[in-house]
Nanobody, 123 residues
Framework: QVQLVESGGGLVQAGGSLRLSCAAS????????VGWFRQAPGKKREFVAA????????YYADSVKGRFTISRDNAKNTVYLQMDSLKPEDTAVYYC????????????????WGQGTQVTVSS
């Protein structure tokens, strides 16, 4: 069984950067695709980025393409989300999720979720 813990959230000014981490326990993490999702107040949770188990394939939402970078270090059982040029509209709780199989934008395809980390971008 895989468990996920996000960290790295916080308060940052617009234009700043943050790096989120998704640390996993369990031997099967390296064989799983991982996605980042976010939920802003009053809005539905939405897809942000995903990476396959080898790190050779990534996919981004249009709203973050060119500003966010997803990567992973399977030796450390960790997936990262580097967020640059942050905007106030990036303010949300960010969740990581894992699934067996290829990357997906669909939340329902992920069976393991972390508890989330708050990111707040001030203008």
């Amino acid at each position: 069984q895989v468990q996920l813990v996000e960290s790295g959230g916080g308060l940052v000014q617009a234009g700043g950067s943050l790096r989120l981490s998704c640390a996993a326990s369990g031997r099967t993490f390296s064989s799983r695709s991982v996605g980042w999702f976010r939920q802003a107040p009053g809005k539905k949770r939405e897809f942000v980025a995903a990476i396959n188990w080898t790190g050779s394939s990534t996919y981004y939402a249009d709203s973050v393409k060119g500003r966010f970078t997803i990567s992973r270090d399977n030796a450390k059982n960790t997936v990262y989300l580097q967020m640059d040029s942050l905007k106030p509209e990036d303010t949300a709780v960010y969740y990581c999720a894992a699934r067996v199989g290829p990357i997906s934008q669909q939340q329902t395809r992920y069976d393991t979720w972390g508890q989330g980390t708050q990111v707040t971008v001030s203008s």
